[in-house]
């Protein structure tokens, strides 16, 4: 429930695919397309999918699943999978990815460099209903689908795709066989999968932004934005998922309008999880000797940028920037101290506000140019 509103699942292109290759397979053997084909998932929960654009081809058939996403807000959702399904030796069963489908470029992913961006649980799904249609319905042989995606170059341009290297289409994905509506866990796993590849490129120190403003301002500051990922609101995941691979360090350079929540311990900056800007400057203006007008000032304020103006007005700016990046690289210690984790607080219109003690040497080492071993 959200908003009053029961949500509902859909399901992955993972299912798609694999449903799309037992229809084909059916459709190869009997020549008569299925209207609707069956799939168990992972998570245990039968799918029953419409087939489209079936066709016949020479020495092969093709069937299409459409992707329905629920209520999750998916690029991909309404889009064809399409499984092309031939016949090859018995025992013989592949899986491979045609037009649509993305090939990973570079190391550090969960398939190798050259294979298509058909991840692990999603070919298992797909060879296994391979296996069944064989058994079911083409005894003595072997079979192959071929995943394409039809619009999958064009929907791979909204994705994070290109940024992890990953080429030419969209990622066929799931773990369940199920989209939990409105999650989150996709955009975490994707965080996750970018810091992976920084890692196997090499464990030196990574940059954090929490969006692409951030990134333009470390471009403005001469950092390479090669090392760099980009954490949204999920900030304490990104510092936990860093901290368990082991980097050698992680900068991260957000706007104070984000990264002033870390100076109350929240990890998670989405203002619909928590929203103590005002009360959080506030308090450190107080300890800081500010009068009572200008404490109901800062809390009336509905932006940190117009609370600075406050602050400079008062000649507090700087020790309240001060007492707040202390209790930053408190917290950020304190999360992951193995990681050793830095900020460098900015705004658009004063620049740089502040670093904490250790992160003058990251930037540094994350400068262009630099290596970062």
């Known amino acids: 429930m959200r908003g009053g509103k029961r949500l509902r699942w859909g399901y992955t292109t993972g299912s798609c695919a694999a449903a799309a290759a037992a229809a084909a397979a059916q459709y190869l053997r009997t020549g008569q397309a299925p209207a609707a084909v069956r799939i168990d998932t992972p998570a245990g929960i039968p799918l029953t999918l419409p087939v489209e654009q079936a066709a016949l081809e020479e ?42 489908v993305g090939r990973v470029t ?24 391979l296996r069944r249609a064989a058994a079911q319905f083409i005894p003595q042989t072997g079979l192959q689908a071929e995943i394409f995606v039809p619009e999958g170059q064009a929907l791979a341009q909204r994705t994070y795709n290109p940024r992890l290297g990953i080429l030419g289409g969209i990622s066929i994905l799931g773990t369940t066989g199920l989209v939990e509506p409105m999650s989150e866990a996709a955009l975490v796993e994707t965080i996750h999968r970018e810091l992976d590849l920084l890692y196997a490129q090499s464990p030196g120190p990574v940059l954090v932004c929490p969006g692409s403003y951030g990134e333009a301002f470390c471009r403005g500051l001469g950092l390479d934005l090669g090392r760099s990922v980009l954490c949204s609101n999920f900030l304490g995941e990104t510092v936990d998922y860093a901290a ?20 109350g311990g929240i990890f998670q900056t989405h203002s619909k999880v928590a929203d103590a800007r005002m009360e959080i400057l506030t308090a450190h203006a107080a300890l800081c000797g500010a009068d009572r007008p200008l404490l109901e000032g800062l809390m009336d304020c509905t932006t940190t940028d117009a609370a600075l103006v406050l602050l400079d007005r008062s000649g507090l700016l700087e020790p309240v920037m001060a007492r707040l990046l202390d209790r930053i690289a ?6 992951a101290p193995q990681l050793q984790p830095q900020a460098v607080v900015y705004t658009n219109d004063r620049g740089i506000l502040g670093c904490t003690a250790g992160a003058k040497p990251l930037l540094e080492r994350l400068k262009l140019g630099r290596e970062n071993k």
């Open 59 to 100: 020495g092969a058939a093709v069937c299409g699943i459409r992707k329905d996403a629920g209520d999750d807000p998916d690029v991909t959702d309404g889009c064809l999978i399409c499984a092309r399904v031939s016949r090859l030796p018995a025992g013989e069963f592949l899986v491979e990815g045609g037009p649509g």
């Open 106 to 129: 570079r190391p550090g992913l969960e398939q190798p460099v050259g294979a298509a961006a058909i991840n692990r649980v999603p070919r298992r799904m797909i060879e296994g209903e």
């Open 244 to 263: 368990y691979l082991g980097f050698e360090g992680l900068l991260l350079v957000g706007h104070l309008g984000k990264l002033c929540k870390l100076a």
């Open 330 to 335: 408190g917290h950020l210690q304190a999360r």
